[in-house]
């Protein structure tokens, strides 16, 4: 079955960085577009950015583009998102998803990684 | 990019329907049949009810049903069971590669 793990989260001061991973499993990892989407605190969903299945395009949320970068390597099924001069408002649960083409639909959600900006 | 509209809360007793609106403009839900939904319960991932207006995946019961008219995007829970309560998002390709969602409504079965 379809596993999506991310992990890198934690507590980081305001202008620190992070990198958040996405171990893929369960199904061809090089066939899906692949997403990162989160949800601050009692609030809804924010998508945050897009990679294609190859890697070769990259699509990011106005609010974070030019600090967070999105990648992948398919040798690892791994998918990342390195996020730099993080803010308060950064604060949110991240999950990674795969979307079976270009931004199609969202297909598998992971169950999330909670990041934090606090000083 | 803005937000798309959805409710914050819809209720309903069991066995009834409920039908939960997601507005938008013709950038984004009027403009494109890329309108998705999706069921998200506390503490849980979001998961994949409806996709591209109205298909549903496999596994998906055939209580849930979407539809779209002109900017706003529905989805309708028929016959409705106590492991429907749940918060519900729709999200929509917005042109130019941009995803929007809503800000979820939380439906309570009575």
């Known amino acids: 079955q379809v596993q999506l793990v991310e992990s890198g989260g934690g507590v980081v001061q305001p202008g620190g960085s992070l990198r958040l991973s996405c171990a893929a499993s369960?199904?061809?990892?090089?066939?899906?577009?692949m997403h990162w989407v989160r949800q601050a605190p009692g609030k809804g969903l924010e998508w945050v950015a897009f990679?294609?299945?190859?890697?070769?395009?990259?699509y990011y949320a106005d609010s974070v583009k030019g600090r967070f970068t999105i990648s992948r390597d398919n040798s690892k099924n791994t998918l990342y998102l390195q996020m730099n001069t993080l803010r308060p408002e950064d604060t949110a649960v991240y999950y990674c998803?795969?979307?079976?083409?270009?931004?199609?639909?969202?297909?598998?959600w992971g169950r999330g990684t909670r990041v934090t900006v606090s000083s | 990019q803005s937000a798309l509209t959805q409710p914050p809360s819809a209720s309903g007793s069991p066995g009834q329907s409920v039908t939960i609106s997601c507005t938008g403009t013709?950038?984004?839900?009027?403009?494109?049949?890329?309108v998705s939904w999706y069921q998200q319960h506390p503490g849980k991932a979001p998961k994949l009810l409806i996709y591209?207006?109205?298909n549903r995946p496999s596994g998906v019961p055939d209580r849930f049903s979407g539809s779209k008219s002109g900017n706003t995007a529905s989805l309708t829970v028929s016959g409705l069971q106590a492991e429907d309560e749940a918060d519900y998002h729709c999200?929509?390709?917005?042109?130019?590669?941009?995803?929007?969602f809503g800000g979820g409504t939380k439906l309570t079965v009575l």
């Open positions: 998803a795969n979307d079976p083409g270009i931004f199609l639909y969202i297909d598998y």
């Open positions: 369960g199904f061809t990892f090089s066939d899906y577009g």
């Open positions: 990679i294609r299945y190859d890697g070769t395009n990259k």
């Open positions: 013709s950038s984004d839900v009027g403009g494109y049949n890329f």
């Open positions: 591209e207006v109205s």
């Open positions: 999200s929509s390709y917005a042109g130019s590669k941009y995803l929007v």
